[in-house]
């Protein structure tokens, strides 16, 4: 499958600020990207699907505003936790569709204080 | 949002025993996958399924697409130590890219 690489895997963030996770599809032009959320000892659940060029799609109950994404290239994805609250604290996952199945980050641990 | 339902939630077994956990869903999907989780990372893929019936091996590792294409089962001979993470059973909604996961089973290997 692609190789996925996702950064940072851990950040902690006061209250308010905003943070930004990359995701990076390194061997394979990936025209959607997938963005999960984890908590803990909690499946995953898809968040949103990341378009190139264009707007991504979001899962019913999670805030477009909340949860920026962007995916200007074939190759990277970024979603950003806007104005991020104690509540946000979870496990980010990204993946990637290759030619040969889904590939996941490697998780990005996001604290907020 | 839609999950599918993995049973059993955990499973506490001794070092050498099978395993054996299923999947089971209210919809049809044309794609079934079981991935490994290990704690802080994201998961791998273990066995991908393609066709209803479709019975696929992968060293001891072992899994089918359920003949309805509503459920799928992974099985796993032998364990060891390493098999312990979760296990989740994943399947692409139709007629798109998306993939729904089940809740998960939690493996721990005694020795």
């Known amino acids: 499958g692609a190789v996925v690489s996702q950064h940072p895997s851990r950040v902690i963030c006061k209250s308010g600020t905003s943070v930004k996770i990359e995701c990076r599809s390194l061997?394979?032009?990936?025209?959607?990207m997938f963005w999960y959320r984890q908590f803990p000892k909690k499946s995953l659940m898809l968040m949103a699907t990341s378009n190139e060029g264009s707007k991504a799609t979001y899962e019913q109950g999670v805030e477009k505003d909340k949860f920026l994404i962007n995916h200007a290239s074939l190759t990277l994805s970024t979603l950003t936790v806007t104005s991020a609250h104690p509540e946000d604290s979870s496990f980010y996952i990204c993946?990637?569709?290759?030619?040969?199945?889904?590939?996941f980050g490697s998780g990005t641990r996001l604290t907020v204080v | 949002g839609q999950q599918l339902n993995q049973s059993p939630q955990s499973m506490f077994i001794q070092e050498g025993e099978d395993v054996s956990m299923n999947c089971t869903s209210s919809s049809i999907f044309n794609t079934w996958l079981w991935y490994k989780q290990d704690p802080g990372e994201g998961p791998v893929l273990l066995i991908a399924l393609y066709k209803a019936g479709e019975l696929t091996s992968n060293g001891r590792l072992t899994a089918q697409f359920g003949i309805t294409r509503k459920d799928s089962f992974l099985n796993i001979s032998a364990s060891i130590p390493s098999d312990v993470g979760i296990y989740f059973c994943a399947g692409q909604v139709r007629n798109t890219d998306k993939l729904i996961f089940g809740t998960g089973t939690r493996l721990q290997v005694f020795p």
């Open positions: 993946s990637v569709r290759g030619p040969y199945g889904y590939t």
């Open positions: 061997d394979f032009q990936a025209t959607t």
